[in-house]
C-alpha cells in the first residue's frame, strides 16, 4: 500500500537521497508515522550507505558496538545484539539490512539510481529532481543523507591509468580482491589505511607503506565482549542514552573535567596509560583530560606519550622516526590493532612521500622522485574522501534565484546547524556542514527527529516554503567559528577542515561545542517558533 501524496502538483510529499543511517530512518519517520508519500534513491544497489561501499579488509567503526546503531526503538534495541566491543563493517550492514526489512523501507526506494540535479522552482514551491535514469520528479520536501565520508578522492598522480595491476580506493572495494601472496601498495595511512594496513601485512607476499604524514594512533581494544556484559548494557539503556545526548562527542564515556597540567607528570603518564590499554582514539583525546584539544601544554603531553610508544614499539630506529608525527595531535583521533607494531614484520616497507614524493605510476608499480621503483601486484588508494561538503559541490543543487549550492559554497561551506542552507527551501540535509562533530548515529538521530518535527509543523500551517534568514545562518557559522578557535583543531592539516584537498580552502566545517548543546540549540530554534526563517503562505502569519 502506498500513501496518497498531500502536496498539490507534485509527484511525492518528500524526496530522500541516501539509504544510510540518515535516510533511512528519515523514510520511516517522514512516511511510517506522518503519512507522507516518501521517495528515496541511493546509487548503490542496496541500503548501508557508506557501510555499503566500505567493505575493504578490516574495515571497522571506532565507535563502540552498542552506541552504533539507531536508539528510538526500544524493541530494535532489545532484540538486536552484537559480538565484539567494535562493530565491523559485516555487521553494521546486517544491521542496516535488519532495519530496512524491519520497517519496510526498501519498498520506498530506487537503487542504482543516482540524483544528478536538483532544482527548486519558486512558482510552485516544490523542488524537481533529476536522476540518471532520465527520470524527473518533483516534491514539497527534499532531505539529502549523502554522507559525511562518501565523495571519493583519488590523488592526482601522473600515469594512474597506466597501471597493470589492480589499482582500488577502499570506498569501492571490489568483492573477489585477495590479497593473499601479493605484492601489494597503498597510498595512505590514516583510519582506513591503518585498517586495511594491519588485515593485509600478514597475508600479503610484501607490503608497502607509502605514509603522507605520519599519525598519532592509539590501540582500538578490540575484544569480544560477554553476554553478561552485553546483558548489563541492555538493561540499562535508558541512561546510557541520556548520557550519549548529552555529551560532547557522544561515544559513551564521560569526558574529563581535568586540565593535564593540574596534576603531576607521574599522575599524566598513569592516565594516559590506563587509556592507552583500555583503547579507543577519541577515549584517548577527550576521557583522560580536558584540554587535549585546546591546550599546547595538554596536546605535547599527549603526544610525548605516543611519541614513546612509537620508540618503544618500532624496533628499526629509522622507521620509527619516519612514524612519529611532527604536527599536533589535532586531528580526528585514531585508533587501531597493533598499528605500529606491523612495521616490525620482515614483509613490510615504509616509504615516506614527503621525503621522496611519488613521480608517478607505472605499469609496474610506483616510480619515486629519487628514481626508486617499487614493483606492486596490487595498488590501494586509502586517500579518504571530499568530506562534509564535497558531495553537495558535485551535484547541481540549484535555489532561489537561480544560485548553485557549488557557487555558493566556492569559499567554503555554509550550512544553518548542518541542517539547512538559506536560499535552499524546504530542503533539509543531514550531516550537512557545521553540525555536530561526533559518533554518528546520535547525531543523525537528532537531525532526522528535528527534520521530521519542522516537516510536520511547516505542513500543519500551510507553510509553502520555509528557508533560514541569512543572518541567522551568519550568527550560527560565527558560533562554529568561535568554538573551533579555541580548539587546537584549526591548527592541524585535517579533513575536518578540508585540508586533504588540493585546492580546497580550509573552513570550518563543525560544531565543536558537543552533541548536548547542539540538541539544546535545535530545541531553541523550535521554541522560538522558528524566528531564525521566513514562512512564506503560512497560515500562521495571519493569525
Known amino acids: 500500500m502506498s500513501n496518497s501524496t498531500q502536496t498539490a502538483g507534485a509527484d511525492y510529499d518528500a524526496i530522500v537521497i541516501g539509504a544510510g543511517f540518515g535516510g533511512l530512518y528519515t ?53 538486536w545484539t552484537w559480538t ?28 542504482d539510481t543516482n540524483m544528478t540535479s536538483a532544482k527548486f522552482d519558486e512558482a510552485t514551491n516544490l523542488w524537481s529532481v533529476t536522476t540518471d535514469k532520465g527520470e524527473t520528479v518533483t516534491a514539497k520536501i527534499l532531505v539529502t543523507g549523502l554522507g559525511l565520508l562518501s565523495a571519493v578522492n583519488y590523488p592526482d598522480l601522473k600515469g594512474i591509468d597506466t597501471f597493470k595491476g589492480a589499482c582500488v580506493h577502499t570506498a569501492r572495494w571490489p568483492e573477489d580482491l585477495d590479497l593473499t601472496g601479493k605484492k601489494v601498495g597503498i597510498i595512505g595511512t590514516a583510519s582506513t589505511g591503518q585498517q586495511v594496513i594491519t588485515s593485509t601485512a600478514p597475508i600479503a607476499k610484501h607490503l608497502t607503506v ?30 546510557i542514552w541520556d548520557q550519549v545526548r548529552g555529551a560532547a562527542v557522544a561515544f559513551g564515556f564521560d ?31 577527550f576521557a583522560t583530560f580536558a584540554d587535549i584539544a585546546t591546550d599546547m601544554d595538554a596536546n605535547k603531553a599527549a603526544t610525548d606519550f605516543v611519541t614513546k610508544k612509537i620508540l618503544e614499539i618500532v624496533k628499526d630506529p629509522e622507521t620509527a622516526k619516519k612514524l612519529i608525527p611532527t604536527d599536533i595531535y589535532a586531528k580526528r583521533p585514531l585508533c587501531g590493532t597493533n598499528y605500529f607494531e606491523v612495521y616490525n614484520r620482515d614483509n613490510v616497507s615504509l616509504v615516506d612521500v614527503k621525503a ?42 540549484v535555489g532561489r534565484d537561480g544560485v548553485t549550492l557549488g557557487d555558493k559554497w566556492k569559499g567554503g561551506p555554509g550550512g544553518f546547524m548542518g541542517v539547512m542552507e538559506t536560499g535552499f527551501p524546504n530542503m533539509f540535509m543531514i550531516l550537512g556542514p557545521n553540525g555536530p562533530f561526533t559518533n554518528l548515529p546520535p547525531s543523525i538521530e537528532t537531525q532526522v527527529e528535528w527534520i521530521a518535527d519542522t516537516v510536520k509543523y511547516v505542513n500543519a500551517n500551510d507553510i509553502a516554503a520555509i528557508d533560514v534568514k541569512p543572518e541567522a545562518q551568519e550568527e550560527w557559522l560565527e558560533t562554529c567559528r568561535t568554538i573551533a578557535d579555541m580548539t587546537l583543531f584549526p591548527k592541524a592539516d585535517s ?16 560544531y565543536l561545542g558537543g552533541l548536548g548543546n547542539y540538541r539544546q540549540a535545535l530545541k531553541d530554534v523550535v521554541d522560538a517558533n522558528y524566528a531564525s526563517f521566513t514562512l512564506d503562505g503560512a497560515k500562521i502569519a495571519a493569525e
Not at 508515522?33 to 566500505?54: F, I, M
Not at 599522575?267 to 594516559?272: A, G, I, K, L, Y
Not at 579533513?495 to 563543525?510: D, L
Open 255 to 285: 569526558e574529563s573535567t581535568i586540565p593535564a597540567m593540574s596534576v603531576s607528570a607521574e599522575e599524566r603518564e598513569r592516565v594516559f596509560q590506563q587509556a592507552w590499554d583500555e583503547g579507543g582514539g577519541f577515549r584517548f583525546m
Open 210 to 239: 607509502f605514509q603522507r604524514s605520519a599519525q598519532y594512533c592509539v590501540p582500538v581494544g578490540q575484544r569480544p565482549q560477554t553476554d553478561a556484559e552485553i546483558s548489563d548494557i541492555k538493561a540499562n539503556w535508558d541512561t
Open 84 to 111: 565484539d566491543r567494535y562493530i565491523t563493517q559485516p555487521e553494521i550492514l546486517d544491521y542496516l539490512n535488519h532495519v530496512a526489512d524491519r520497517y519496510d523501507l526498501r519498498r520506498s526506494y530506487d537503487f
Open 27 to 79: 523514510v520511516h519517520k517522514l512516511r511510517d508515522e506522518q503519512g507522507l508519500n516518501v521517495k528515496g534513491y541511493d546509487n548503490a544497489s542496496d541500503v548501508g550507505g557508506t557501510w555499503y561501499w566500505n567493505r575493504y579488509p578490516g574495515a571497522l567503526s571506532d565507535t563502540e558496538s552498542y552506541i552504533y546503531r539507531y536508539s528510538f526503538d526500544k524493541k530494535l534495541l532489545g532484540e
Open 495 to 510: 579533513w575536518i577542515f578540508g585540508a586533504n584537498i588540493p585546492g580546497k580552502e580550509g573552513s570550518v566545517m563543525f
Open 356 to 397: 621522496d614524493p611519488v613521480a608517478q605510476i607505472t605499469e609496474t608499480g610506483v616510480k619515486l622522485v629519487s628514481g626508486a621503483e617499487h614493483d606492486l601486484d596490487v595498488l590501494i588508494f586509502a586517500t579518504g574522501f571530499d568530506a562534509v561538503d564535497g558531495n553537495y559541490t558535485k551535484i547541481e543543487f
